[in-house]
């Protein structure tokens, strides 16, 4: 089992900037891909990045590319960070990492195994 905890959010004005960060409780093959989702009210889980085993491969949701970078810890393998810049006020949500293996679509979360608790990132204009 394989435990995920984030942290990192918080309120920001509309412009600034964020690090999430995702700590892994252990690195294993059945979890070495970890996503960011984010779920605002009455809204469907988005994913918006994906980072493949040591860090190597990244994927990104089109419309956040250039304003969210997902990257793994050098130093600490089981940290994950997502990094946002420039937010607007429909960033608001609640923000998930996610882990699995390999294999399925990177944004279906419905093929992830793992999740945190979630951490909340709100925006004011």
């Known amino acids: 089992q394989v435990q995920l905890v984030e942290s990192g959010g918080g309120s920001v004005q509309a412009g600034g900037s964020l690090r999430l960060s995702c700590t892994a409780s252990?690195?294993?093959?059945?979890?070495?891909?970890v996503a960011w989702f984010r779920q605002a009210p009455g809204k469907e889980r988005e994913g918006i990045a994906v980072?493949?085993?040591?860090?190597?491969?990244?994927?990104y949701a089109r419309q956040l590319k250039g304003r969210f970078t997902i990257s793994r810890d050098n130093t600490k393998i089981t940290v994950v960070y997502l990094e946002m810049n420039n937010l607007e006020p429909e960033d608001t949500a609640m923000y998930y990492c996610?882990?699995?293996?390999?294999?399925?679509?990177?944004?279906?979360?419905?093929?992830?195994?793992?999740w945190g608790q979630g951490t909340q990132v709100t925006v004011s204009s």
């Open positions: 996610a882990a699995k293996g390999i294999g399925g679509l990177w944004d279906d979360p419905d093929t992830y195994n793992y």
């Open positions: 252990k690195y294993t093959y059945s979890s070495n891909v």
């Open positions: 980072v493949f085993g040591n860090g190597g491969t990244t994927t």
